[in-house]
């Protein structure tokens, strides 16, 4: 019997997803997805891209060819045994002023401003289980497995601990601004909650935001649940800390959900 594959490949145009997670488009898509083992899917739009079936990699869009990054992706293909061992390094910071411009930022000096330090996309990630919105949760290797253990220890302790977010590429980041902004909320009003693209610690895959059930995700009223007095207690011991206290130095608001694995402690 096959084993699901339970790891992310990463390129900076496209990812290449275990088929199993993703949701079928069309009643085409879902006898495909089927037989598929992975299927390629651009990272700005999340367009499907091709279909790694047992008899060959399957087109789904006109001129496979000439897609951006596809021919990278391909070569990562190949060389999966090797990257499932999540040991595969970083990608480059790929069109970083390309999105950066698009907001009208520069990225020294929005680093300067800010504080914050570049945040490289993985080559691959693995399976966390699922956020809260049963989407799939990727996260590094060393931070997926520590997510789980304090999760179980906080159950065991009376204590339920949700994924609302993991991993961000640095497009989808970007999506997240030009969303927002089409709401009508200005740029400065965004960086206060967002980091820039590039910058985000969820590009790392060590970063997620936590909630717990009848929390309204994202919100500083996270604060006063039971939820949040245990990690305050107990998450150093699990490698994680809360990245924006008050008064942080980022000029990001106070976020008692956003943690990022470490190291464990000892």
Request: contains cysteine; glycine residues 10%.
């Amino acid at each position: 019997m096959r084993i699901p594959a339970r790891t992310l490949l990463n390129t900076a145009e496209i990812e290449l997803w275990p088929a199993w997670l993703l949701r079928a488009r069309a009643n085409g898509d879902a006898r495909i997805l089927s037989r598929a083992s992975r299927v390629l899917r651009r990272k700005c739009d999340g367009r499907y891209l091709a279909a790694v079936l047992p008899e060959g990699l399957m087109p789904l869009v006109p001129r496979l060819a000439r897609e951006a990054g596809v021919d990278e992706a391909l070569d990562l293909l190949d060389g999966a045994p090797a990257a499932n061992a999540l040991d595969a390094g970083t990608l480059p910071l790929h069109r970083l002023a390309e999105r950066l411009d698009a907001l009208g930022l520069e990225a020294e000096a929005y680093a300067n401003d800010c504080g914050l330090e570049l945040v490289a996309e993985p080559v691959a990630l693995t399976l966390a289980g699922f956020d809260r919105y049963r989407r799939p949760l990727w996260l590094s290797a060393d931070a997926a497995r520590a997510w789980q253990r304090m999760r179980e220890t906080a159950g065991r302790d009376g204590v339920a601990l949700e994924a609302i977010s993991g991993y961000r590429s640095h497009d989808y980041q970007l999506g997240i601004f030009e969303r927002k902004r089409a709401r009508g909320l200005g740029l400065a009003q965004i960086l206060e909650v967002n980091a820039a693209p590039g910058f985000s610690e969820h590009h790392s895959g060590d970063a997620l935001d936590i909630g717990t059930p009848g929390e309204p995700p994202a919100e500083e009223s996270f604060e006063a649940t039971p939820a949040f007095d245990w990690l305050q207690r107990h998450a150093g011991a699990s490698g994680f800390a809360m990245s924006y206290p008050r008064g942080n130095p980022h000029g990001i608001v106070y976020e008692p959900w956003h943690w990022r694995y470490l190291r464990a402690d000892g």
